[in-house]
Structures are given as C-alpha cells and as structure tokens.
C-alpha cells in the first residue's frame, strides 16, 4: 500500500535560519503529493502541491520538488519565521480512482518550533 | 467563498454513548472525506463521499459510519463510545474528480470520551 515517511522531529531553529523537512513516499502509479500545516487548535492547511515528477510547489517561502527517482519530497524555506512554528505534515493521493478516492496517506507530522 | 465548516467544535461524551458530527463543504465540493487524529496514530483516513454515495472507506470498525446529503454536507455517526475514541475529527472537501484531488479541510471537532 501507499506510505509516507517523515524526518522525526521536533525541529528547532532560530529566526532567519533555513529549514529542510524530509518526506519520501511508497506509492503505486502516479502520486499527487503535498504539504501540509496544522497550526495549534486549527485543521490541515495545504502549504503546497505537485502533481507529476520534477513539478516545483511553492508558496509563502516554502517550496518541494516532486523527485520520482527518488521517491521523496522534501520540504525546504531560505529564512523561517516565528510565525512558522506549527506542525507539517507530508501526504499523497493516489490518480487511480477505486480506492485512492478521496484518501490521503498522511506522514506523522513533523514539529517545527521557531525562537526569535 | 466559505470554507468548511465543522459542528459541533467541541464535544465530552461518556463511554457506551453514541455521537453525531457535521461537516459542511466548501460550496459546488461534491466530495467529503473523513478523518481521525490522534497522538498515538496520526492522521487517518475514515472514509469519503461522493454525490451521497461512499466510494471509499478505511480500516475502521463498523461503529464509525456515515453518509452524505444531496447539499453535500456529510454526517458521520460513532456508536458505542470507547475511551480510545478521543480524537480530533476533520472533514476535507473536494470536487472528487479527479481522484488526485486537493483536499480543504475544516477546523475540526474535538471528541473526548470520558
């Protein structure tokens, strides 16, 4: 079946420092991959996606590239923020339809703690 | 455009009861997916409706149940309350074509089985 790993966390930085978050995945076919952040008492906000290899997904300073030879997605910001601190999680959905339809596979979620 | 909404935010339940959750999609989503959130287990998937209909379901027992209206807002049902049912409960809507879809999630509900 399909799986997604995450670094073991937490992750602790200081303002300003840069962050890398590693995600690699188990997945028949063709993946559509994605990040995730929780911010505490909230649901899942989609951080990024991308839906075939070598697709980059950005957005507010996050980025990941879709890496099939590699079977991974990591997470990656140049200058992480206070407001950062959360906790992300890493996930796919399978395009075959059946039993792919509407399912998620989720990581274990990764917690990112930034000091000013 | 609204988000998705989750009712009740909070609920304490005791052992042996039974508990309704609401979930209202994002409007023209005709897909709604469940989940269950915990410390111990993470994030995992319940099951999904689409057009009233479930299409897919996880690794669940038959207590957790649910269904869909022809507005699209979903309800799921836990029956016979057990201590490790406490969870967070999202719902997440989609359009549900293509299977690959993004996925909006609402806020949550807050289950504790005392």
């Known amino acids: 079946g399909n799986s997604v790993t995450q670094m073991e966390g937490p992750v602790t930085l200081s303002e300003e420092a840069f962050l890398t978050i590693n995600c690699t995945y188990t997945?028949?076919?063709?993946?559509?991959l994605f990040w995730y952040v929780q911010y505490p008492g909230e649901g899942l906000q989609l951080l990024l996606k991308a839906t075939k290899a070598d697709d980059k997904g950005s957005n507010k300073g996050f980025e990941a590239t879709y890496r099939k030879e590699t079977t991974s997605f990591h997470l990656e910001k140049g200058s992480v923020q206070v407001s950062d601190s959360a906790v992300y999680f890493c996930a796919l959905t399978a395009n075959a339809g059946g039993t792919s339809y509407g399912k998620l596979t989720f990581g274990q979620g990764t917690i990112l703690t930034v000091h000013p | 455009k609204a988000g998705v909404t989750q009712t009740p935010r909070y609920l304490i339940k005791t052992r042996g009861q039974q508990v309704t959750l609401s979930c209202s999609p994002i409007?023209?989503?005709?897909?709604v997916s469940w989940y269950q959130q915990t410390p111990g287990q993470g994030l995992q998937f319940l099951f999904e409706?689409?057009?009233?209909?479930?299409?897919n379901k996880g690794n669940f027992p038959g207590r957790f149940s649910g269904r869909q209206f022809s507005n699209s807002r979903s309800e799921m049902n836990v029956s016979t309350l057990e201590l490790g049912d406490s969870a967070l409960y999202l719902c997440?809507?989609?359009?549900?074509?293509?299977?690959?879809?993004?996925?909006?999630f609402g806020p949550g509900t807050r289950l504790t089985v005392l």
């Open positions: 409007s023209g989503h005709r897909s």
């Open positions: 997945a028949t076919g063709y993946p559509s």
């Open positions: 997440a809507s989609s359009s549900g074509q293509p299977a690959g879809d993004e996925q909006f």
């Open positions: 409706y689409f057009s009233e209909t479930q299409r």
